[in-house]
């Protein structure tokens, strides 16, 4: 029973343009969201979070979106460069709770194609 | 500053032996967590420490895994005896507070093989 899905297990864009990656999440008691990037034979890397408190968070090129009603957020990376070609990982957690863990989704690898 | 670090980064050991893997957070950090993923599928959580007590266990699969943080300082988690099924990549993170989900900054993993 996966509790935070990433539907795409890839995505090709061209350098330059929008990257946009996708996360739904079915427990409605998770209130706070991560993006994880991970180039291979490395441990995850912390991106942008974002509290169920706002529905947009900004971070230079990284944006990420949350649309509480729907259980869904996005990553939104402008303009894609060569070095964005990684796995990314959405992550959610109940902040305040006594489970401290995070739930990753699968994985979307992202290629930036030039 | 450095890492987090994990020892070793791969292991190959035969079904029915133990294996420990280390994990020194980063200096001060009073969080540490374990992970493991499994090939293809999600990061999934394991437990969490708070110095040297453990906050969350949840996620520990059976009891051929034993987690130790004596000291509060660095970690390890024993399996003992290993399965096929306890291939895959180990994760240990580590974070200064609880805030906001926690996790944020991870070692780059050990990568375990069980044949």
């Known amino acids: 029973d996966q509790q935070v899905k990433q539907n795409s297990p890839s995505l090709s864009v061209q350098e330059g343009r929008i990257s946009i990656l996708n996360c739904d999440y079915t427990?409605?008691?998770?209130?706070?969201f991560l993006w994880y990037k991970k180039y291979p034979a490395e441990g995850p890397t912390f991106l942008i979070s974002i509290s169920s408190i706002k529905d947009k968070n900004e971070d230079g090129r990284f944006t990420v979106f949350l649309n509480k009603s729907a259980k869904h957020l996005s990553l939104h990376i402008v303009p894609s460069q060569p070095g964005d070609s990684a796995v990314y990982f959405c992550a959610a957690t109940v902040s305040g709770g006594g489970a401290d863990g995070l739930t990753f989704g699968k994985g979307t690898h992202l290629i930036i194609q030039p | 500053e450095a890492g987090v670090t994990q020892f070793p980064s791969h292991s190959v050991i035969e079904k029915g032996q133990t294996v420990t893997l280390r994990c020194d957070p980063i200096s001060g950090h009073d969080n540490l967590y374990w992970y493991r993923r499994v090939m293809g599928k999600e990061i999934k959580f394991l437990l969490h420490?708070?110095?040297?007590?453990?906050?969350?266990e949840s996620g520990m699969p059976n009891n051929r895994f034993l987690a130790e943080r004596t000291g509060g300082t660095y970690s390890t988690l024993k399996v003992q005896p290993a399965e096929l099924e306890d291939s895959g990549v180990y994760f240990c993170?580590?974070?200064?507070?609880?805030?906001?989900?926690?996790?944020?900054?991870f070692g780059p993993g050990t990568r375990l093989t069980v044949l």
């Open positions: 420490f708070v110095k040297e007590s453990k906050q969350d």
């Open positions: 993170a580590s974070s200064q507070d609880r805030a906001s989900g926690g996790a944020r900054f």
């Open positions: 427990n409605s008691m998770f209130d706070y």
